[in-house]
């Protein structure tokens, strides 16, 4: 039972890994029996791997034909931007109350960092991909910073789904360095937060959330 589990959250990985990494096609359907033996594993593994990414939202199943990529609809993305400022902007005001700490000054640093590379990615005119792992080391910063593991798995169950819509959106005139500012806005509000911070640092990932939910919408 246990080398079942083994196996099935190897198969799990390795369709994540692959779809994260751009190696499936949106809209293509992909056969579970081919698949299974590029893998070299059996269906039974396979059926349970695809079965927790359709739970996960990264796959449709398609009865009796195989599956495709998850394409996200207008109600995903209302629903995935309210959950990320509920997150984030929690997140946000707790970092806010312990930026004086040390594992706080850490996190200020890193984020800070991750805008600094940023801003270097746009200005070099690197590739979509660059920037956003830039972007997204940000929020990921900001997330980890709550050491909740609940929050973190939450963050990470939707952050895949975004990929996809971000990477077209920064192809939209100006979104690469409208979406720096919005990070150096929310950076900005935190460390000018007082001591009992005010949503100043909520507001600004709000902005930012609010934002991307706009720009994904005008993409479907």
């Not at 929690?90 to 004086?100: D, S």
């Not at 640093?109 to 940000?138: H, P």
């Not at 900005?188 to 007082?194: G, L, M, Q, T």
Request: aromatic share 6%.
């Amino acid at each position: 039972m246990a080398d079942a589990r083994l196996l099935q959250d190897k198969v799990y990985r390795q369709l994540k890994d692959k779809i994260n990494g751009g190696e499936l096609s949106p809209g293509q359907i992909y056969s579970e029996t081919k698949l299974a033996s590029e893998l070299g594993v059996s269906r039974t593994p396979m059926k349970d791997a695809l079965r927790r990414l359709s739970q996960d939202r990264f796959i449709d199943i398609i009865p009796s034909k195989g599956f495709k990529l998850h394409e996200m609809t207008e109600d995903d993305i209302w629903n995935t931007y309210q959950t990320r400022m509920a997150i984030e902007g929690f997140c946000a005001l707790h970092l806010a109350q312990n930026k004086n700490t040390l594992e706080g000054k850490k996190a200020l640093k890193n984020m800070k960092r991750s805008i600094r590379d940023m801003q270097e990615s746009i200005e070099n005119g690197e590739t979509r991909e660059n920037v956003l792992e830039d972007d997204m080391r940000f929020h990921e910063i900001l997330v980890h910073f709550s050491q909740n593991r609940e929050l973190i798995d939450l963050y990470e169950s939707y952050n895949h789904r975004l990929n996809a819509i971000a990477m077209e959106s920064f192809e939209k005139e100006n979104r690469q360095s409208d979406a720096l500012t919005e990070h150096e806005a929310i950076y900005n509000a935190i460390v000018d937060a007082a001591e009992n911070p005010d949503m100043n640092a909520y507001q600004a990932v709000r902005s930012h959330m609010e934002a991307s939910r706009d720009i994904a919408l005008n993409l479907l």
